[in-house]
């Protein structure tokens, strides 16, 4: 393979970089005069079209022939590339969003670290090799510890971003401790070969040194993704970190991390799974996760009734939300219904819950730019004073609910039938089935309080608030726009999706 | 350009209109407006547009129902729900009906709601109205068709109770929603069981649709416990929801008391379009209430058991309703009464005459009788909020124009012979129930009918508009005292109410869709005479057979002649109880209470209906409620409470166990432990470590559950 064709396999990547660099370089050397301003409005310009630029390059060109490096290093395929597409759609907004943000004066070094971050989530999901996940898992989190630090001058950021830092560095070593098991069993770092080795294994009752793999392994993405018990850095972060930050980390990073869990679990562990259902409990991957998706989805429902800041709110709900997501990465296709993959599903729930969740934290921010906080008392009859926000604040609010016709009801309800099917006629997966309908009953309950404030309760402040900008508005609205479509037509995504999923024979 | 791939765009521009006027600001008046009307207009454009459409494919003998279906969402393994839309006489004709009266009551509206403080949420609602009704004609799928059809329910409730502060129209817009939903119930079952048994909703699928052969004659051999055909068990329960939506007995009673809405509200939906959404239900799914005679030649002559309800439930609502509306004083109310009568005819002529004729009821009953609502409310408008016809008189002077167009509507709602549309279609309706095959008594019911609908027109006409002006300035009208006794919350809806000397004439905004309205009235029946059946034919895509001297045929011409007989007596009647000599004073009753005063009370009570069902249903109900309260509170509150005692006690038990016996030793140690923690705690004073020591903790916990599950094997 020529290095020609290797540069056409990982253009998008490659582009990534150039704009990133071309984003510090063009604020380092020439820029730094000129108000701050005109250097936002200059660096979200060059990200936007740098990820442009990638989406336009896979989208228009024609699929270079599935590929994959040095066994399966580095892979291409339709899905990988729907993925991508998302990911870097998710960095626009968030780059949009940053733009009107005054936290800070070093704008190319903030921007470059966002499309950093995006590059190392692209590198996440086009790798079946552990080697390569776990670098590219540093490069995204060392990127997001620091755009959490980035607000030097709220000692809250600094606080979340040593909390988050340090849990993921703990995380870390957990994880590098499970793939080095992983590769003593197997010899091998690609995730094919591991799971031969595995199934090996796992013949006659389970490994210990595989229980602790596994383990292992479940903590390193259980962090990433938020979930219970590795869930305790995410209030914190979501609360302290620049809004721009907590939307990335919250939308971007979960996409990514979420879909390369399953991954992991569905190839590297194929012959493991065990089994989860209450009558037939066997040990192995499923009833390991789903022990921390009931955790996750009970925790983080219950936790978030008693928030009273909305980003916390917003935080636990998206450890409520890790346990649904959950849910379809043990949907094992079973030899009953070799052709519904959870994956279509969970590409599909984590796509638009990412959507939602950045256009709520959007809200939020242009809630705190005018009252000062991200209490559920600032959101006082918001409704009044600006009508399309509320509006669209709705629509988020409702459908991270899961309501009909918004894209969250068709996340779930997918998401769950795939949950259901997986055990063929045992439905072994029932129990935590129900037990996410219920506490979806549940959060409805702490979004609605969300809703009542901005709807009901009169406004508290007297003053006349700034106006907002046009542009913030045209980009909640553009999200909240996508997030109805999307439920009205979840076909827009699934379809291809699927069709994707077929080629890559997953 | 192919119009059926962009027959969505109907519905869609009124929404959008909903949607965008739904975030805009209270004062925003003339942009709601504007907004509303625009959109109102574009889709009347593309629904002539697609009635020309229609039209080429009924000249060019191609299929009668061009469908575009897609698939919405896939669930369960190989199931795609599927919706779409459908473009065929029937959708063609209401689309332009109903965005046609739409535009017309939505500029009438800007005049008549000028001065509410909530005109912009009026526009929304009736906008979201004319999206759903527009829904409603376009669909091709049931489920569709019921996702609007509870829209366009929710609407009526919202507008029905537009002026919530007043608590009749609140206590309106419930009854409104609560009655329908007994029909809409209904409806859903019939839905689900249609879907059970023949797995497809659509209505027309290039032969898989429900109301094809293949699925209809799946429908009609298999039978149920009861003996009944399937199709005939799923047709009874689709026409049970007509019934609520289109006031039918037994569920009219909603209706009239919908008229506590604005007059606009009442012209459009409570006339014109909603209301006549049943009747179009039931023309939508005519293949399946006709079966078997629709499907199978040997069986045409059969009449089903399903056509026959609706015959007979219509004739029943036509008479019923026709008597209660003589005896009636509100003008809305009389109007009300009159459009449920008229829907029943509507009803027999499904029944007996199949879609056609039914349907040219509908269409000319929605011009004139949204004329004779408009004219009401220009009526009202112009008499200061009087609504009670004994108060009225006289008007004829003061409201020229009002009067002519009101005229023109009230000859022909009675059925005016020859030149007015309600006499052409009423007539097809009483021809065809005289050569019905089953019974005569629809027939007589019809005839008795129309009698008293040219009797209680007459009557109100000339309360209304003939002998002295009986209007008392100054006096608090009924409407007034309800002002009063909301505080003033009304007269702030109606700043007009301040009495200026005289009634006036409304503004042009108002009296010009009156006119437009009045000529359509007088000029549509043409469409369908016997003599050139141009609205027959292309309903049911036969071809076009004009012949004049139809006319001369016996059957036709005696019918002809009896109605004709029929109005000019019921006119003559009214004239001689209530034109011979002006009412001279509001307070001296009825001419025909000093006749029969039991009868004419009986009527003006609506015949206890509503009071039976206050003591039927809704004291069944609150008995059963009661009932329900007392076992909470006596019998199961009871066993919880004993539960809770038991509890109770042995938790205290348990603590005293727990104090004197364990704590004692335990304490010391305890004491030590705790101790120990708070000066930890004073040595760690971040939690970050607490946070990583849970990791290590979780390690070991899931690690001991996978072990435990390995042994446990």
């Known amino acids: 393979m020529s290095y020609l064709s290797i540069l056409n396999l990982a253009a998008p990547e490659t582009i990534m970089v150039m704009t990133a660099l071309a984003v510090l370089a063009a604020d380092l050397l020439f820029m730094r005069e000129l108000e701050r301003g005109t250097r936002q409005l200059i660096g979200a310009m060059i990200g936007c079209a740098g990820c442009l630029a990638a989406v336009a390059w896979m989208l228009v060109l024609p699929l270079p022939e599935p590929g994959s490096l040095m066994q399966g290093l580095f892979l291409v395929d339709p899905l990988i590339r729907i993925v991508k597409v998302a990911l870097l759609a998710l960095t626009i907004f968030t780059v949009l969003i940053s733009m009107e943000a005054d936290f800070t004066q070093h704008i190319g070094e903030y921007f470059a670290l966002i499309l950093f971050a995006a590059i190392g989530m692209m590198f996440l999901v086009s790798t079946e090799d552990i080697l390569m996940i776990f670098i590219s898992l540093e490069l995204t989190s060392l990127s997001l510890y620091i755009l959490t630090a980035f607000n030097k001058r709220n000692i809250k950021s600094a606080e979340a971003a040593l909390k988050y830092f340090l849990f993921g560095g703990m995380a870390a070593a957990f994880t590098l401790f499970g793939l080095s098991l992983l590769y003593g069993i197997s010899g091998s770092t690609n995730l094919a070969e591991i799971a031969k080795a595995v199934s090996g294994k796992s013949v006659n009752g389970l490994d210990p040194l595989l229980i602790a793999a596994i383990v292992l392994t479940v903590i390193g993405f259980g962090f990433k993704v938020a979930a219970v018990p590795f869930h305790l850095w995410a209030p914190d972060a979501y609360e302290g970190a620049p809004i721009p930050s907590a939307a990335f980390i919250a939308s971007g990073s979960k996409v990514a991390s979420f879909f390369v869990f399953a991954k992991v679990m569905m190839i590297g562990f194929k012959g493991a799974e065990g089994s989860g259902s209450l009558q037939a409990w066997m040990p192995g991957w499923v009833p390991t996760l789903a022990v921390v998706a009931a955790a996750s989805m009970v925790l983080g429902n219950l936790a978030a009734i008693a928030q009273s800041s909305v980003r916390r709110l917003l935080a636990y709900s998206a450890i409520a939300h890790a346990g649904y997501v959950l849910l379809a990465v043990m949907a094992v296709p079973s030899p009953l219904a070799p052709h519904t993959s959870p994956l279509g599903p969970l590409v599909y729930y984590v796509i638009t819950y990412g959507l939602t969740t950045l256009g709520a934290f959007a809200v939020v921010s242009n809630v705190q730019q005018r009252t000062g906080g991200d209490r559920l008392s600032d959101f006082a009859g918001l409704a009044r004073r600006a009508p399309l926000l509320s509006f669209c604040m709705l629509i988020f609010m409702l459908s991270l609910a899961g309501i009909p016709p918004l894209a969250g009801f068709f996340g779930k309800f997918y998401v769950f039938t795939a949950a259901l099917s997986s055990g063929g006629k045992s439905l072994g997966l029932l129990w935590l089935v129900i037990l996410a309908v219920a506490m979806s009953a549940v959060s409805l309950y702490y979004y609605l309080l969300v809703l009542k404030q901005i709807y009901i309760m009169p406004s508290t402040d007297q003053d006349t608030p700034r106006p907002l900008s046009i542009g913030s508005q045209a980009i909640v609205f553009a999200l909240a726009a996508l997030v109805l479509i999307l439920g009205c037509a979840p076909g827009l995504i699934l379809e291809p999706v699927m069709s994707a999923i077929k080629v890559a024979g997953l | ?713």
């Not at chain 2, 669930?75 to 839309?85: M, S, Y």
């Not at chain 2, 535009?103 to 009438?108: E, G, K, N, R, S």
């Not at chain 2, 609706?310 to 009389?334: C, H």
């Not at chain 2, 508009?465 to 702030?492: D, M, P, W, Y």
């Open chain 2, 1 to 713: 350009m192919s119009m059926i791939q962009y027959l969505w765009l109907i519905p869609t521009l009124p929404l959008l209109a909903a949607a965008l006027t739904a975030i805009a600001k209270q004062p925003q008046r003339r942009f709601a407006a504007t907004l509303a009307i625009a959109s109102m207009s574009l889709a009347l454009v593309l629904s002539c547009i697609a009635l020309t459409v229609a039209l080429q494919h009924w000249g060019h003998g191609e299929p009668e129902h061009q469908v575009y279906n897609f698939r919405w969402f896939q669930f369960g393994d190989n199931h795609w729900l599927e919706l779409g839309w459908v473009l065929d006489p029937l959708t063609a004709v209401m689309l332009v009906m109903v965005s046609f009266v739409g535009l017309l009551i939505f500029i009438y509206s800007t005049g008549y709601m000028a001065q509410d403080e909530n005109f912009t949420r009026f526009f929304c609602f009736l906008s979201l109205f004319a999206a759903a009704m527009l829904g409603v004609v376009i669909a091709n799928n049931l489920l569709l068709l019921f996702i609007c059809w509870e829209l366009v329910g929710l609407t009526s409730y919202l507008l029905i109770g537009f002026w919530y502060h007043k608590p009749a129209a609140a206590a309106a817009a419930k009854k409104a929603f609560i009655t329908t939903r007994i029909g809409d119930l209904a409806l859903l079952l019939g839905m689900v069981w249609l879907y059970s048994q023949s797995g497809t909703l659509l209505f027309y699928n290039g032969g898989k649709g429900c109301l094809e052969q293949t699925a209809l004659l799946k429908l009609v051999t298999q039978t149920t416990s009861i003996g009944v055909a399937v199709s005939t068990g799923i047709a009874l329960l689709i026409f049970c929801g007509a019934i609520g939506k289109s006031g039918q007995v037994p569920l009219h009673v909603w209706l009239p008391d919908a008229m506590e809405g604005p007059t606009p509200v009442s012209a459009l939906i409570h006339a014109a379009t909603m209301v006549a959404a049943g009747v179009f239900l039931v023309a939508r799914v005519y293949p399946l209430m006709g079966a078997p005679a629709t499907l199978v030649a040997d069986h045409a002559e059969v009449v089903s058991t399903a056509l026959r309800a609706v015959t007979w439930v219509g004739a029943i609502t036509a008479l019923f309703a026709a008597t209660i509306a003589v005896a009636q004083s509100d003008i809305k109310r009389i109007l009300a009464y009159s459009t449920v009568s008229q829907l029943g005819f509507m009803m027999i002529g499904l029944g007996v005459g199949g879609v056609a004729v039914g349907m040219f009821h509908l269409i000319t009953h929605a011009f004139f009788k949204a004329l004779l609502f408009m004219g009401a409310g220009s009526v009202i408008h112009g008499c200061h909020e009087e609504q009670d016809i004994r108060c009225m008189g006289g008007l004829r002077k003061f409201m020229p124009i009002t009067f002519a167009t009101y005229a023109i509507g009230m000859l022909a709602l009675s059925g005016f012979p020859l030149l007015f549309s309600g006499f052409w279609s009423k007539d097809e309706i009483l021809h065809h129930a005289h050569t019905w095959s089953v019974s005569h008594w629809p027939f007589y019911m019809g005839v008795v009918g129309a009698l008293l609908t040219a009797f209680y027109m007459t009557r109100q006409v000339f309360y209304v508009f003939f002998g002295n002006c009986r209007l008392t300035l100054g006096k608090t009208t009924t409407s007034e005292q309800r002002t009063v006794a909301h505080g003033g919350a009304t007269a702030k809806e109606h700043p007009h109410v301040e009495l200026s000397s005289e009634p006036h004439e409304s503004p042009l905004v108002m009296t010009a869709p009156l006119m437009v309205l009045a000529f359509f009235s007088v000029t549509l029946g043409f469409i369908g005479t016997p003599a050139w059946p141009w609205f027959q034919a292309f309903l049911e895509g036969k071809q076009l057979v004009s012949a004049p001297g139809k006319l001369m045929e016996g059957g036709i011409l005696s019918v002809m002649g009896l109605s004709t007989i029929v109005v000019f007596a019921g006119i003559g009647l009214g004239y001689w109880l209530y034109g011979r000599k002006p009412v001279p004073a509001s307070q001296q009753p009825d001419p025909i209470e000093r006749l029969w005063p039991d009868v004419f009370y009986l009527l003006k009570r609506k015949y206890f209906v509503d009071e039976i069902y206050d003591w039927a249903v809704v004291g069944l109900n609150r008995r059963w409620a009661q009932a329900c309260d007392w076992l909470d509170r006596w019998v199961w509150n009871g066993a919880v409470q004993i539960i809770s005692y038991l509890t109770v006690v042995l938790s205290w038990a348990n603590r005293v166990f727990d104090e004197k016996v364990v704590n004692l030793g335990f304490d010391e140690g305890c004491e030590g432990v705790s101790l120990g923690a708070r000066l930890m705690s004073k040595l760690q004073n971040g939690r970050i470590q607490n946070y990583l020591r849970t990791i290590g903790l979780a390690l070991a916990i899931l690690v001991l559950i996978l072990i435990w599950g390995c042994h446990a094997q």
